[in-house]
């Protein structure tokens, strides 16, 4: 019989990340490669450790082979307990049926008989794609001081990003009075971060509601948390104001790793009083050569730098040749950029192989139109032939030829 936990983590990492594109075509959106040396869902199984919370339950469902062979027993992230610890929750563990996860609260209603297991008082439902630094103790001492059923955490937003988020309308003490979902106009700029702490009690009942009713998308956003404030459910807004992003983007996601060179971002990857724990295969320590200039970057180790990066983070095994010039990108583990090449403003994903000479983005300085420009990507293990060029914004998901342009 499992032990009785306070508190348990619900981890939702099933979805499909379809604005990634080819970055998510093999993988889910958690397991994306981020920072050189992390992949995103990093971030919060570390938060879930760092805050005491032992006992994860992780919802996979798309492309899940490489984030379930990631997680593994959870060993990196001090997560393989004999009570407890870190556990994947494929569609196929639920009560009844042999459906897939129809939606967020379906997914965690699906495994309501997992969370009974350790007869919890509170539940935390996370969110495996959100770059951020969190300590869940401090939110679940504030639902608890509250006596909230549902606490919902909350970021200042610029008021003209508003309209981007789901936003919160809170009473002085922080209860909830009403919410608005991407609204044209925005009342507010407290965004919802997607992280939840409820009461398993009522949460379970709205649960099992929700799953009964006919036409309901099954999600919390939509419908479970709705339904609980409709009926009048204590339901209250946690300020946090720290880094947090959303990478749901290529733009968030480059933009994301940019923030990690950026002083002024207040993301800092160092502080070990509060560590992001990775799987991390050994690697020999990274190689820059006399001929190298190397500006503002991040390199990882196993690298073996000839050429010129400039604001760039430069992820395991890469190597850049001699006369190959890297701004502003992101070259994921494995990647080769040879000589003659350059990468303005990309993402290039694991393995993939640019050739001499070829050209992948620009600089939005150099675009006759702004509208057209956005970050490049080209997928994983692909070839870009000789003097191949890459245009801004475009999404390259197979070989280009030499001298080719898309």
Known sequence: MAIKKDCIAMLLAGGQGSRLGILTKDMAKPAVPYGGKYRIIDFTLSNCVNSGLDTVGVMTQYQPLELNNYIGNGQ????????????????????????????????????????DRYSPEYVAVLSGDHIYKMDYRKMLYFHKEKKADCTIAMLEV????????????????????????????????????????????????????DAETKGSSNDFGKDVIPSMHK???????????????????????????????????????????????????????????????????IVSAGCEIDGSVDYSVIFSNVDIEKGAKVKYSIIMPGAVIKSGASVEYSIIAENAVVENGAKIGESPENSKNLEDWGVAVVGCDLTIGKKAKVLPKSMIDADLKGGETK
């Open 231 to 297: 009926n009048g459910e204590r339901m209250f807004a946690y300020p946090f104001g720290g880094y947090w992003k959303d990478v749901g983007t290529i733009d968030s996601l480059w933009e994301a790793n940019l923030d990690l060179l950026n002083p002024k971002a207040n993301i800092d990857l160092s502080d070990n009083s509060w560590k992001i724990y990775a799987k991390n295969a050994a690697h020999p320590p990274h190689y820059i050569s006399g001929s190298a200039d190397v500006q503002n970057s």
């Open 76 to 115: 990196p992230w001090d997560l393989d307990r004999a009570d407890g610890g870190v556990h994947i929750l494929s569609p196929y563990q639920k009560i009844r049926g042999t459906e897939w996860y129809k939606g967020t609260a379906n997914a965690i209603y699906q495994n309501i008989n997992f969370i």
């Open 158 to 209: 610029p008021i003209e990003e508003a309209s981007r988020f789901g936003l919160m309308i809170t009473n002085e003490d922080y209860s909830i009075n009403s919410f608005e979902e991407k609204p044209k106009k925005p009342r507010s700029n407290k965004a919802s971060m997607g992280v939840y702490i409820f009461t398993w009690e009522k949460l379970r009942k709205y649960l099992v509601k």
